[in-house]
């Protein structure tokens, strides 16, 4: 069967051997002043079977080595078509072993924040485990299941990051609506550290977005502006709008972040030095907020002077159409 198959790719040498052999023929058969005879034909059509013959198995026994040795990286093609197909392959497997990379990578990154959610998650049940043990205080219950659901929620909406485009619906959204609601969520907390909230909303201020994303990308801002800020501190929830875009803006009188630490907020796992000096952290509330933000078409940028302020913006560009994609088909990425 291999043998059949090897004559069929090679029919076009054994046509062109063909054919060549004819043409000699019938310009010597029709040349006057040469005389063919019948076993000068044959002679020459012998050693022509003959040519073929060796040619056929010289290209047979180099295809079979090919064959053998066709992962080894030193292998030389037979053709321009195998060079073409080899290179072809090479790169499909160097686009494989990046796409694997990217898998294990993306399994590690999941791993870590499983760890590190499973260790954050254990502190608000340990102290309501001693709460069981002494006289149960409701404001600190209430405070320590807050903790708990914020971290559930920060499970599920990392474990839905990846399949974002099929849970989304794009609506007008009233900024000042939903800051009042994420405000009312924390104003335990609020009050608790007797963190002043000053409002400065545009209640006519509509931005194209997910109301429930975007809620969590508020909710994850002031969340972090009350981790960070201290007693008596003071936070400020203000819209601006330009030409050019719409804005959501808080800012906290809290620590700060390092200069050093600013440019990497947003990353995956990124704790900092706050983070790491002042409570455990999981390094992905920020994170979370920016990837769902650029799903949806914003993006938030951030600036701070350690010790003074933190100033996150929400940042909604006007030439961004969130209804046209989905008129069009295409979801965010």
């Known amino acids: 069967?291999?043998?059949?198959?090897?004559?069929?790719?090679?029919?076009?040498?054994?046509?062109?051997?063909?054919?060549?052999?004819?043409?000699?023929?019938?310009?010597?058969?029709?040349?006057?002043?040469?005389?063919?005879?019948?076993?000068?034909?044959?002679?020459?059509?012998?050693?022509?079977?003959?040519l073929v013959a060796g040619f056929l198995v010289h290209r047979y026994l180099r295809n079979v080595h090919a064959i053998k040795h066709m992962q080894d990286e030193?292998?030389?093609?037979?053709?321009?078509?195998?060079?073409?197909?080899?290179?072809?392959?090479?790169?499909l497997e160097k686009e494989h072993i990046r796409a694997l990379n990217s898998v294990r990578a993306q399994q590690n990154e999941y791993y870590d924040f499983i760890l590190s959610w499973f260790h954050e998650i254990k502190t608000p049940i340990s102290v309501?485990?001693?709460?069981?043990?002494?006289?149960?205080?409701?404001?600190?219950?209430?405070e320590e299941l807050s903790?708990?659901?914020?971290?559930?929620?920060?499970?599920?909406?990392?474990?839905?990051?990846?399949?974002?485009?099929?849970?989304?619906?794009?609506?007008?959204?009233?900024?000042?609506?939903?800051?009042?609601?994420?405000?009312?969520?924390?104003?335990?907390?609020?009050?608790?550290?007797?963190?002043r909230i000053v409002l400065q909303l545009d209640p006519a201020l509509v931005v194209q977005s997910d109301p429930k994303w975007l809620q969590f990308i508020i909710h994850q801002l002031i969340t972090n502006s009350l981790k960070y800020?201290?007693?008596q501190g003071e936070i400020t929830v203000a819209t601006r709008s330009t030409a050019q875009e719409k804005q959501l803006v808080l800012r906290d009188s809290g620590i700060g972040i390092e200069p050093k630490d600013l440019p990497r907020i947003f990353n995956r796992g990124f704790t900092g030095s706050n983070g790491r000096s002042h409570m455990k952290s999981t390094g992905m509330g920020l994170?979370?907020?920016?990837?769902?933000?650029?799903?949806?078409?914003?993006?938030?940028?951030?600036?701070s002077a350690v010790g003074a302020f933190t100033e996150m913006v929400i940042h909604f560009p006007r030439n961004?159409?969130?209804?046209?994609?989905v008129v069009k088909g295409v979801g965010p990425d």
């Open 1 to 50: 069967m291999r043998g059949w198959r090897f004559l069929q790719y090679e029919l076009p040498y054994l046509v062109l051997f063909a054919v060549a052999y004819m043409i000699i023929a019938i310009v010597s058969f029709t040349d006057p002043e040469t005389a063919w005879s019948r076993e000068t034909f044959l002679y020459t059509l012998l050693l022509m079977l003959l």
């Open 287 to 303: 994170y979370l907020a920016q990837a769902l933000s650029n799903k949806l078409g914003h993006y938030i940028t951030a600036t």
């Open 147 to 195: 903790r708990i659901e914020h971290y559930v929620d920060q499970a599920l909406y990392y474990a839905k990051l990846d399949s974002f485009n099929q849970d989304y619906e794009i609506r007008n959204c009233t900024l000042e609506q939903l800051v009042k609601d994420a405000v009312r969520t924390h104003s335990k907390t609020f009050i608790s550290k007797r963190i």
């Open 74 to 91: 030193d292998a030389e093609p037979l053709s321009l078509e195998a060079e073409a197909y080899q290179e072809a392959i090479a790169a």
């Open 320 to 325: 961004h159409d969130p209804f046209l994609q």
């Open 229 to 231: 800020t201290p007693d």
């Open 128 to 142: 309501l485990r001693l709460m069981q043990q002494t006289e149960i205080d409701p404001k600190s219950l209430e």
